[in-house]
């Protein structure tokens, strides 16, 4: 062996390693915050649809009976929607709806249903 060799294939074999690793390691992480982005959005937009057809499933019976009954609810395939109907005030009757996930999420609103148009026409989300 000579003494002046420097020794060039380990620190060159070493620092592409670290690039191939570092590279590596931003995709997976990457990969891993769109899965769970992709996840929360799915469930968002599920319990939306819940909301959307619990409302107009109150409206149809509004509509077909008259009044809403004091309490009650729906069962889907993720999850179950409860309802407690108040008093009517004026023309508006206000209804507490609370949606049970089956992964656990409590999600609730308040819709406001026209008593006159059998309608919704205010909904707000419970906090």
Known sequence: MRSKEQGLTYP????????????FSFRVE??????KLSYETAVILQEEYYFHSSFKKI???MQLGGGIP????????????SYLSHSPIGNVQKVTFTLKMHTGETVGGHGFFD????????????N
């Open 70 to 81: 004091a309490k009650g609810s729906f069962t889907y395939l993720k999850g179950s929607m």
């Open 30 to 35: 990457q990969l891993l915050t769109e899965r």
């Open 115 to 126: 008593t006159t148009s059998k309608k919704m026409i205010k909904w707000a989300e419970i």
């Open 59 to 61: 409206e149809k019976i």
């Open 12 to 23: 060159l074999t070493l620092v592409v390693l670290i690039l191939f690793l570092t590279l």
